[in-house]
Structure formats: structure tokens, C-alpha cells
């Protein structure tokens, strides 16, 4: 038996437009996207004479979750390739979920990528992403785990540059948001433009006023509807002095990007005792 342990990165979206919506119901959005310190554990270890593959989720907000997209990574490998290998998958929850965070998504690509190299299989990224978007429109994403304008269901990427290092505060209130329910209500109205070239020019600029001016987030109206208390927690962080605020991919967690540290903490303590709150790094590589 062979185990393993790796980490599975959280994301933020930087700013999230919606393009269209396809007629297979996936959307068509343009992105930028950038992986966060924030993680869950996996502990992944091969089986012996097992007819299945086990995963199990500790999410103490929820209970004990029995199935997560790991499985389906596992299971998109072994049709490919071929093996019957079966494993045991342990996913220390940190990332929270109906989130924004991509957290179910980056568990699957992590899985699939740790199967790889165990089983010597030699896929690559762009096999591995080729699999991985028939199950999930974030997960091509996490292969690479790097910052990106995504394109398409979020499977076309190309690598951008962060001049800053920022800090990033995480702001999640208790409810959380359905991905399917906050698109279907988006869907119902015009999407909100959002000047992704802009972003992403501000962003290899290192120039914080532009970017706070140009963020923005399709998506965020029809998630306020859901969980008012996004509007709430974007007001109490921009009334601390942070400029750069935004909600992740469809809700409900708010975050700050900052380059100031020690306000990001002093705000951050002020807020635990009534949110989800961490404090991270965005992952420039």
C-alpha cells in the first residue's frame, strides 16, 4: 500500500463575467482567477482487495459528506487508463462549501493529479484537463493552480502576472450559496459587463485604484438576493478602508485583496467571532 498527502488549494475570482449561457446549460464566462494559501488536507492511499474506492469528507458545519467530485476524478482516470486499482481518500475540510471557493473542485483535481504520479500513469496537464472539464467547470482550472484568465466553462487559460504580494481576507457568512440557484436567477436578467482586460492590466501593473475600479462580479447581484448578508459584509470591510472587495464565483464568501497586512489581521479578529473568517495569501506562481 502506497499513501500519500497533499494539499487542495481554494480560489478567488478577481472578477467573473458571464459571457452567455450555451445551450448545454454550462455558461460561457471570462475570469480571472488566482489559487489562495487556504487549504484542505487529502490523505490518499491505495486499497488492497477492495471492490470500490472510499472517500470521505470531514465538514464539521455539515456532519460527515460521503461523496465528493474526488471520486469522480478517480473514476474519469480509471476509464481512461484502464487500472483497477482501488483507494482510500481522507479530505480534511478547511475550505468552506457553497462558498465561491472552488473547494469540491480543487479536492477533484488534486485527487486526480496525486492518482497520477502514484500510479505512474504519466497523463498531462492538458490530458488531465481534458477529463476533468466533462465533470466540473473549475476543475481544469486546479491542474495547473496557477493565476488565470479563464475562458469558455472556465477550461481555456492563460497564465497572467500579480505585481503585488497580496494578503487576502476571507469573509463568509453562515449561509451559503447554491450554484445553481444564483445562475438561474442571474440568467434571468442582462449580465453585468466587467472589464476583465482592465483587471487583469491592473493587476501586472500593481495598480490597486484601477483594479478596485474595475472588479466586478456577473453574479453577484442574484447571490445578494439569496444571502443579503453579502451586501452587508461588502459595506462593513469597505467602511474599514479596504478598496479592493469583491464576492468569489457564485457566493457567498466576500474577500479583500491588500497589501496591508496588519489591517487585514486587526479587521480580521474584529469579524471571527461572527463569520467564516481566514486570513491568506494569494499563490502567485
Known amino acids: 500500500m502506497s499513501t500519500k498527502s497533499i494539499k487542495s488549494y481554494a480560489k478567488i475570482n478577481i ?62 482516470l480509471a476509464n481512461k487508463y484502464g487500472f483497477s486499482t482501488k483507494f482510500r481518500v481522507y479530505i480534511h475540510k478547511v475550505i468552506p462549501m457553497q462558498a465561491g471557493l472552488g473547494g469540491g473542485s480543487s ?7 496525486a492518482v497520477n504520479q502514484m500510479l505512474k500513469l504519466n497523463a498531462t496537464d492538458e490530458e488531465l484537463i481534458d477529463m476533468a472539464k466533462t465533470f466540473g467547470a473549475d476543475i481544469p482550472f486546479f491542474v495547473k493552480c496557477a493565476p488565470a484568465r479563464c475562458h469558455g466553462i472556465g ?15 476571507i469573509v463568509k457568512p453562515q449561509s451559503g450559496c447554491s450554484t445553481k440557484e444564483v445562475f438561474a436567477i442571474a440568467d434571468k436578467k442582462e449580465y453585468k459587463y466587467v472589464d476583465v482586460d482592465t483587471v487583469v492590466k ?5 495598480d490597486d485604484d484601477l483594479l478596485a475600479e474595475s472588479i466586478g462580479n456577473s453574479l453577484e447581484e442574484a447571490a445578494c438576493s439569496l444571502v443579503p448578508e453579502i451586501k452587508q459584509i461588502k ?3 469597505k467602511a474599514a478602508g479596504f478598496k479592493i472587495v469583491l464576492m468569489s464565483g457564485s457566493g457567498s464568501t466576500v474577500f479583500v485583496l491588500s ?27
Open 15 to 76: 472578477s467573473l463575467r458571464i459571457v452567455n449561457k450555451r445551450e448545454d446549460g454550462y455558461h460561457e464566462l471570462d475570469s480571472v482567477m488566482v489559487p489562495i494559501e487556504l487549504h484542505d488536507s487529502i490523505i490518499i492511499s491505495t486499497l488492497k482487495n477492495s471492490g470500490d474506492n472510499f472517500v470521505t469528507v470531514d465538514d464539521f458545519s455539515n456532519g460527515l459528506v460521503h461523496y465528493n467530485l474526488a471520486t469522480e476524478g478517480i473514476n474519469a
Open 235 to 237: 459595506d462593513t470591510l
Open 202 to 206: 491592473a493587476l501586472k501593473e500593481g
Open 107 to 113: 479536492n477533484a483535481a488534486f485527487t486526480m493529479k
Open 155 to 169: 477550461d481555456i487559460m492563460e497564465p497572467i502576472e500579480i505585481k503585488n504580494n497580496y494578503s487576502v481576507l
Open 259 to 285: 497589501t496591508d497586512s496588519s489591517l487585514v489581521k486587526k479587521v480580521a479578529k474584529s469579524l471571527e467571532d461572527k463569520y467564516f473568517v481566514e486570513v491568506t495569501k494569494v499563490i502567485k506562481k
